[in-house]
């Protein structure tokens, strides 16, 4: 059941490869779950689970570290360009902890960054932290409500899909998603920001309010943008799920009984096209950020991606370090959530023994 | 396989005459006719943008560079796609970008797809916990990065080194964070499949036989699991053509004057109200391959999942 599903799978939710991971992946799969290979008790999930995360923050701030220096030369120099002054030079030496021994630096760099302190911005001379933080409220507002618009657009257009007998609606939803799937979201950014914003005025063509209800003003055309991305995703999976529990015994049972299609879909067919559909927001919470940054630095919203543009224009290094380490951190934990939000909600993972 | 090759073209094989002449082309075009119509569909479209690339600068009398007409005039016969602010032949720029992103796509693709298979499939098959641990956290902490966020990083570390042999400015650094973060993915595919393999009789028995770890490696495994990694790496195909167009956006990629179709985007953003020609075809460029490869991606993951198991 899971090998040929798996390749499926992560074709259609892009950065998957996850679910195909067997130690996490008898879960992400759900129904496959007790023909995983490797059956663990679910106590015994959810502590290698756990434990997996502060191995994975650690590996993060690794990478990071390394990144920084395995640049060729004085990276202080190539930081600030040739022509940096010596004194810049040597402060930012001083500044990126370059004048102590590398083990040492590592030190340094993890116990600053587990103490929340990612730096100093070299540009506007404050604490990385203090432009990120702010940013990311924008940030995860843009990311939720393109996860909501997704939901909206793609559950209905799924079950429809997947319930219709009709070859020419299946087919055309299908191409509907294969379409949003092969357009960048920044394509369709610009063409909301030209059609809705410019042409029709349905809303400010980018900016940020100051209020909360103000803020929703501003956000949900880019969050419709960036929904292109989730769509065709969604719309997938909840076809997929919905031919596969519409196969399954029960169904036509409750067929059997008389109820109606509306009470089957809603009651019968969606519950088991949630997990899959947790698992896949979670699984797609990088890609999400990515495109994030993107429509960000089209809409002009203050977002995280707007700091981290920013900061790479500036060769602000300590920055994009901060977002980086940030962001990465972001993932890890939405992913956990969404592993942790499976395991609450279904029985069949939570007694797996 | 090799022996499935050989049977199947058959070069010294008197009794089967009409193999012999299936030539590669041909091959594909026949498996591509098993997939369906919306595979060959993908394939046209694919071909037909790859070919437009490929053969439109070769047989242009024009430098896509050269200054040809009047800026910014409107598409016609002779200017497909118009002419940009410099009046130069949009649609002739188009193709010759295309080449830059789809060359991108497909080396950053295939590297990744060669060595995140054979990293995942001998981690897997050595069954040393250790490595296992070691690799898969490595993975898992890759994969945790944003790619555009590891992308951006990537490329402003490496900005200062120009290109490499034929490779333009900025590409080397773009292809160096597409398979530092790409071939994660793929060993995690090949690693979930060995995992499925390796207690399958086929390779139990190989094992028995006192073949070696490579030999069970190379002709046992590689073949099975890569069914399952390239069908995904079709699909890999459209992420990065995105990724690769979305980061002018953001002041990084590609760096101009080479054209490239996110380059080429925006810079056309600023005429978006007089001239949308400039933007709207390398648009349509991107939007048709994205198109293609996906139809073709589908029906392949479709097939592969079907006969796999």
């Not at chain 1, 923050?57 to 010596?86: K, Q, Y």
């Not at chain 1, 102590?100 to 001379?125: E, I, K």
């Not at chain 2, 390398?282 to 293609?292: V, Y």
């Amino acid at each position: 059941m899971e090998g040929p599903r798996a390749p499926e799978a992560s074709g259609l939710v892009k950065r998957s490869g996850y679910s195909t991971e067997p130690e996490l992946g008898g879960v992400s799969t759900g129904p496959s779950a007790s023909g995983s290979k490797r059956d663990r008790s679910a106590v015994h999930w959810l502590l290698r689970r756990l434990l997996q995360v502060p191995i994975v923050t650690a590996c993060v701030l690794l990478i990071v570290f390394i990144l920084l220096r395995v640049v060729p030369g004085n990276p202080a120099v190539t930081l600030l360009g040739v022509h940096a002054t010596p004194s810049a030079v040597a402060a930012l030496r001083h500044e990126m902890n370059l004048n102590v021994p590398l083990p040492d630096q590592l030190w340094l760099f993890v116990r600053n960054a587990a103490t929340g302190n990612l730096g100093n911005s070299l540009v506007y001379n404050v604490p990385s932290t203090a432009l990120i933080i702010p940013a990311l409220g924008t940030t995860l507002m843009l990311t939720s409500g393109s996860v909501i618009i997704a939901l909206f657009i793609g559950v209905p257009l799924g079950l429809l899909a997947g319930f219709t007998r009709s070859v020419a609606i299946d087919t055309s939803i299908r191409g509907i998603a294969v379409t949003f799937l092969a357009i960048p979201a920044f394509l369709i950014g610009f063409v909301l920001l030209l059609v809705a914003a410019l042409k029709f005025h349905l809303a400010p063509a980018g900016g940020w309010g100051s209020t909360f209800l103000g803020d929703i003003q501003y956000v949900w055309l880019p969050a419709a943008a960036l929904a292109a991305y989730l769509v065709p995703v969604v719309i997938r999976a909840v076809r997929q799920s919905t031919k596969q529990t519409l196969e399954l015994e029960f169904i036509e049972a409750t067929i059997a009984r008389g109820v109606s299609t509306a009470r089957l879909a809603v009651r019968h067919v969606l519950p088991n096209s949630l997990l899959p559909l947790i698992a896949l927001i979670g699984m797609n919470v990088g890609g999400l950020l990515g495109g994030a940054v993107v429509i960000e630095a089209i809409f002009n919203l203050p977002g995280v991606g707007t700091v981290l543009v920013t900061a790479v224009n500036n060769r602000d290094f300590p920055v994009i370090q901060g977002t980086t380490v940030v962001v990465a951190v972001l993932v890890i934990l939405v992913n956990l959530g969404a592993d942790l939000l499976s395991f609450v909600i279904d029985p069949r993972i939570r007694d797996a023994e | 396989m090799s022996t499935t090759t050989e049977i199947l073209l058959g070069a010294n094989d008197p009794y089967d005459p009409p193999v012999v002449k299936a030539r590669l082309l041909p091959r594909i075009g026949k498996y591509i006719r098993t997939l369906g119509w919306s595979a060959t569909a993908g394939a046209l479209i694919l071909a037909g943008v790859l070919g437009s690339c490929i053969f439109v600068p070769i047989f242009s009398s024009q430098s896509p560079d050269a200054f040809v007409a009047k800026p910014l005039l409107r598409p016609s016969g002779r200017y497909l796609f118009g002419t940009d602010e410099f009046g130069r032949n949009v649609f002739l720029r188009v193709c010759d970008a295309g080449r830059i992103d789809l060359l991108i796509a497909a080396i950053g693709v295939l590297s990744a797809l060669t060595i995140g298979t054979l990293v995942g499939i001998s981690v897997t098959a050595a069954r040393r916990r250790v490595w296992e641990t070691i690799v898969m956290r490595l993975v898992d902490s890759i994969i945790a990065f944003p790619f555009v966020v590891l992308v951006l990083t990537f490329v402003v570390i490496f900005s200062e080194s120009s290109g490499l042999g034929p490779l333009p400015r900025g590409v080397p650094a773009l292809l160096g964070a597409i398979f530092l973060w790409d071939w994660t993915i793929y060993a995690r595919l090949a690693r979930s499949r060995t995992l499925e393999l390796r207690e399958a009789e086929f390779v139990v028995a190989a094992r028995l036989l006192g073949y070696s770890q490579q030999r069970i490696v190379l002709r046992h495994l590689l073949p099975n699991v890569l069914r399952t990694t390239a069908s995904y790496a079709v699909a890999d195909t459209v992420i990065i053509l995105t990724i690769t167009a979305s980061l002018p956006f953001l002041g990084a990629g590609v760096q101009p004057p080479t054209p490239e179709w996110g380059q080429m985007m925006f810079e056309g953003q600023t005429f978006l109200a007089q001239a949308p020609w400039i933007t709207l075809g390398p648009a349509l460029a991107l939007a048709l391959s994205g198109i293609g490869v996906t139809l073709l991606a589908d029906a392949i993951i479709n097939r592969s999942s079907r006969t796999q198991l």
